[in-house]
């Protein structure tokens, strides 16, 4: 790998397209700032201000998660000076997947497990939502993103699954990504979304 691809990745904090099957359960420093220049094969995420936390979630399926929230890359609130700015916060984007030349047939799916609040503040169920969102291919190889899932506010103390097909033509391409995103508070640690045990594959899942 020549040089200048490898400082154009560390620009774009990305990593290049991987293989099937895409599996995260937070044990590994699989975040690009973590890995993506010395161990790049460990990198499941492309350059996000998402944290790994511990303490947070109540009865994880494994022991580590992600949590959105209102916190930036560095730990600070997203907004400082207001009284209750709500806005699309954190945002977590898979590194790019090898789906060329899949079908619907193939059975290709997301599945995630997640938790609103858990031991910290929940999202509230009027105005907080966790969003997924798929990497999209259109007939004039334009690129959008399209909604796939969606979650309103909810406080729990346990974790649901979550199973989404991967089938539609736009979606099964070499440059296929997914993305998380919450909009919450942009004021701090609250509005808790916790995810685990992330995994793209064929064939389902049981």
């Known amino acids: 790998e020549s040089h200048a691809t490898s400082l154009n990745l560390q620009i774009r904090g990305g990593s290049p397209p991987m293989v099937l099957p895409f599996l995260d359960d937070f044990a590994w420093p699989s975040f690009f700032e973590e890995s993506g220049v010395d161990r790049p094969e460990l990198v499941r995420w492309d350059s996000s201000p998402v944290r790994r936390t511990t303490t947070f979630a109540l009865n994880p399926p494994t022991v580590g998660v992600v949590t959105l929230d209102g916190l930036d890359a560095d730990g600070y609130p997203y ?71 969606e979650q309103v506010g909810v406080d729990t103390d346990t974790f649901t699954q979550v199973v989404i097909p991967i089938v539609d033509g736009i979606h099964l391409h070499n440059n296929f990504q997914f993305r998380f995103q919450n909009y919450g508070t942009m ?13 793209v594959a064929e064939n389902g899942i049981t």
Do not use: C
């Not at 509230?124 to 966790?130: G, I, K, P, R, V």
């Not at 701090?188 to 995994?199: R, S």
């Open 79 to 149: 907004a400082f000076n207001s009284i209750d700015a709500h806005d699309w916060a954190d945002v977590l984007t898979s590194r790019e997947i090898y789906l060329g030349g899949l079908t619907a047939n193939d059975e290709v799916t997301l599945s995630f497990w997640y938790q609103g609040g858990g031991i910290g503040n929940a999202p509230d169920a009027d105005e907080d939502t966790l969003i997924v969102e798929f990497k999209s291919i259109g007939a004039e190889g334009e690129v959008f993103w399209t909604r796939m899932w």
């Open 187 to 199: 004021m701090g640690n609250a509005d808790l979304w916790h995810i685990d045990y992330v995994y």
